[in-house]
């Protein structure tokens, strides 16, 4: 059952224009629309990933479908997309909806936080977890996320945001490269000493039942996709072929310029001079660490 949208909010920042939105259930949500700029896909593509973050247990909010009706479109001015020389009213319908991290009355909820922080998140080691999900359903975007903390709570807790450009967007394909899905703080990266940084997430994205995908597919809307169910399906399979190449991909960012695990295979961390050497990436020695 799809929530209705009761009120507008205000506008968000983004590519994809999106609107905060109050729902029937008494939650605000981030309300991306089928005719966004980007693409009509990036609802099925935020939907399916986000859907398949939380079934491995990542921190992503919780999406639902938003009926949003044309009585609330006609009579709320805000509700149009920006498409440079021209504007057009958002379309009515069923929309993606994202709920808004912090709820009506947020702690604080920041996107970005200075290192000694970023370094201290409750839950850093998540950043290895969406980093395998993000190389498995190719996010051609950087990774994003907001930061929130409760009142009188000294630190912050990372929530995966975003995932419209997964599948490459809207021309459902991957196109591998080491830089893409990843976050662009190497902070988040340099605890990663080896596989099992990865777990429990990498085990469970390998091993993730075909079921767990095929009933995420199943509650898209189709008109999200152009009604093509043979294209959902065909992506649906691509994707749980790729479950094998988590690993490689990973690597492949590993042995990237941006040397994002600096004591991966560092066995007790021994220090000889000023020079860390880790043991092995993969079956490959890893260049020194100064």
């Known amino acids: 059952m799809a929530v209705q949208a009761v009120q507008h909010i ?20 981030v309300v991306k629309f089928q005719n966004n700029p980007q693409h ?13 973050a939380t079934a491995v247990g990542l921190t992503a909010p919780v999406v639902e479908l938003i009926d949003v009706s044309s009585w609330m479109i006609d009579n709320t001015p805000e509700l149009e997309m ?5 504007r057009v009213r958002c379309q009515p319908g069923l929309q993606f909806g994202s709920r808004f991290v912090g709820g009506l009355m947020p702690g604080q909820v920041v996107d970005y936080l200075p290192e000694e922080q970023l370094v201290d998140l409750k ?8 980093l395998a999900l993000d190389k498995w359903t190719g996010n051609a975007n950087g990774r994003q996320a907001v930061f929130t903390r409760k009142a009188r709570e000294r630190r912050y807790h990372a929530v995966f945001i975003d995932f419209g450009y ?24 340099r605890e990663i ?20 995908v095929w009933a ?11 009604g ?7 992506l649906v399979e691509k994707l749980l072929a790729r479950r094998c190449r988590i690993r490689e991909l990973i690597e492949g960012f590993g042995k990237s310029d941006r040397k994002p695990f600096p004591i991966w295979g560092i066995q007790g961390r021994e220090k000889t001079s000023d020079t860390w050497i880790p043991e092995r990436w993969g079956s490959t020695i890893v260049d020194r660490i100064m």
């Open 193 to 212: 000493t080896g596989w099992d940084s990865f777990e429990p997430w990498l085990t469970r994205l390998e091993t993730m039942p075909a079921e767990t």
């Open 82 to 86: 920006d498409l440079g020389r021209t």
């Open 10 to 29: 205000r506008r968000m920042r983004g590519g994809a224009q999106g609107q905060l939105m109050l729902g029937t259930d008494g939650h605000p949500y």
């Open 40 to 52: 009509m896909r990036v609802l099925a593509n935020e939907y399916l990933a986000s859907k398949l």
């Open 228 to 234: 093509d169910l043979s294209e959902m399906e065909a």
């Open 216 to 226: 995420a597919a199943n509650e898209i809307p189709p008109e999200w996709y152009g």
């Open 123 to 130: 839950n850093r080691s998540e950043f290895a977890g969406i």
């Open 166 to 189: 997964c599948f490459f967007a809207g021309e459902w394909k991957f196109e591998d490269a080491p830089l893409r899905g990843v976050y662009y703080r190497n902070d988040v990266y």
